[in-house]
C-alpha cells in the first residue's frame, strides 16, 4: 500500500533548528512535496524534491533519499510564525499525491 | 484570476440536504483537484480534472459525492443526501498540467470551504 509517515507533533524554540522526518511508501515515485499549512488556511507550497539530496531555499531546507524513502524538512532560524502544521507527500507513478497527516510545530519564546 | 477562489467558505446545511461548492482555478491551469481535509489530517483525494474531463474519480467516497467542470475552468463539487459524516474543509487546487511539478511550485491551493452538516 502507499502510506506517508511524519511526527505528529513537535516543539521548538525561537531561533533555533528544527528538522521535521518524513517517510514514504508509494506505487512509483515522482517526488516529494513539502506544505506549509497555518490553522485555518490553505496548504501553501515550500518545496519538491525528485532527485537525492538537499534543496536549499532560504531558511528551509528539503533532503531527499530516494533509497531510503526518507526526507525531511530543515527550518533554521526559527521565527513565532513558523508555528504551523507540515504536510509531506509523495507523488506516485501516476502524479497522484499521497498526502501525511501533517506535523504540527509549536514555536516557543 | 491570481488565486484559486473557492464559494461559499462556509457552509452549514442540514442532514440529508443538497450542496453545491464552487472552485475557480487559476486561469490556464488545466488540472484540478478536489481534495476534502479533517481536523488534523492531511488532504484526502477526492476527483482530479484534465480539461473539461474527470481523468480519475477514485477518491470519490460513494455515489452521493459528483463533481463536474464543463468548460474547462470552474469547477462544482456536487453532496446529495449530506450525512453528518460529509462535514469537513472542501480543498480545491489547481496546476498547469498534472505533470507540471517543478521545483518552483506545485498545486496552488484555494481556502477552501468548510462544510458543516448538522
Known amino acids: 500500500g502507499q502510506n506517508i509517515d511524519q511526527p505528529t507533533e513537535m516543539t521548538a524554540t525561537e531561533g533555533a533548528i528544527v528538522q521535521i522526518n518524513c517517510t514514504y511508501q508509494?506505487?512509483?515515485?515522482?517526488?516529494l512535496f513539502w506544505y506549509q499549512q497555518h490553522a485555518g488556511e490553505a496548504p501553501t507550497f515550500l518545496s519538491y524534491n525528485v532527485l537525492d539530496g538537499l534543496e536549499e531555499k532560504g531558511r528551509f531546507s528539503s533532503f531527499l533519499s530516494r533509497s531510503k524513502g526518507y526526507s525531511y524538512l530543515l527550518l533554521k532560524e526559527l521565527q513565532m510564525k513558523d508555528s504551523a502544521s507540515y504536510l509531506c507527500?509523495?507523488?506516485?507513478?501516476?502524479?497522484?499525491?499521497?498526502w501525511g497527516a501533517g506535523t504540527k510545530l509549536i514555536i516557543k519564546p | 484570476g491570481a488565486g484559486v477562489s473557492q464559494t461559499p467558505s462556509n457552509k452549514v446545511t442540514e442532514k440529508g440536504k443538497y450542496v453545491e461548492l464552487r472552485c475557480d482555478p487559476i486561469s490556464g491551469h488545466t488540472a484540478l483537484y478536489w481534495y476534502r481535509q479533517s481536523l488534523g489530517q492531511g488532504p484526502e483525494f477526492l476527483i482530479y480534472?484534465?480539461?473539461?474531463?474527470?481523468?480519475?474519480d477514485s477518491g470519490l467516497p460513494n455515489d452521493r459525492f459528483f463533481a463536474v467542470r464543463p468548460e474547462g475552468s470552474v469547477s462544482t463539487l456536487k453532496i446529495q443526501r449530506t450525512e453528518r459524516g460529509d462535514s469537513a474543509v472542501y480543498l480545491c487546487?489547481?496546476?498547469?498540467?498534472?505533470?507540471?511539478?517543478?521545483?518552483?511550485?506545485?498545486?496552488?491551493f484555494g481556502s477552501g470551504t468548510r462544510l458543516t452538516v448538522v
Open positions: 508509494t506505487s512509483g515515485f515522482n517526488g
Open positions: 487546487a489547481s496546476s498547469l498540467d498534472r505533470k507540471g511539478m517543478s521545483a518552483n511550485y506545485g498545486y496552488t
Open positions: 480534472f484534465q480539461g473539461t474531463g474527470a481523468a480519475d
Open positions: 507527500a509523495g507523488a506516485d507513478s501516476n502524479y497522484q499525491l499521497i
